[in-house]
């Protein structure tokens, strides 16, 4: 912008024929969207409610509460990509429209899984799973609809609850906001749900932890 005004003004005094910049638009960077998590109390009625009358959705809903992957990463998960003892999971693929896809950055990233993902797992995982099954497949064992999950079972389920309705993509956003408000360093939420720690400062500055100011 500043090269811009100066070239304005030498092409209104004579000092050059034309301003090259003049046509040249410089598109306006978005805000960061309103982030919106769920309180830890709304996230665990939403998994209860869920548990009560989606039952076969539940686990799903659960893994992207305690995971934050995006939905697109979940419903591609295999088991293939989680390790045989149950401690960790590779990120590296998405379904978009039923498309497969890499991750939305185009990175795998490794996820630690904790005792309490541990125990939904193990809940799920069949005996002899085959490591080319999906582990969050659709009733009749196929890739499982993002939208058709959207709008048939989570928004009726958030307004049962009288919870405000917001996208099933905000279970990630309670995640790292979850993180962010126990502590956990900027750098490794950014590392586990697969963003660089600028967007993470970007979209959640006003969720992270600060100090108080030295006396």
Known sequence: MQINACCAWAAEFGLI???PFEKIKIKARKPPADIQPFTEEERDRIIDAFRQTEEFQAPLIEFLFLTGCRPSEAIALR?????TNLSQIT???AFVYGVAKDTKTSKSRIFPINPKL?????????VAADSESLVFPSKTG???DEHNLA???WKPILEILGIRQRPLYNCRHTFISTC???GVQVRQVALWVGNSPRTIWEHYAG???TEDVPQ
């Open 17 to 19: 024929e034309a301003n």
């Open 79 to 83: 088991w293939k990509h989680i390790d």
């Open 91 to 93: 990120f590296c693929e």
């Open 118 to 126: 541990r125990s939904l797992l193990s809940s799920i995982k069949p």
């Open 142 to 144: 196929l890739i499982a």
């Open 151 to 153: 709008n048939r079972q």
């Open 180 to 182: 962010l408000a126990k």
């Open 207 to 209: 969720l992270i932890a």
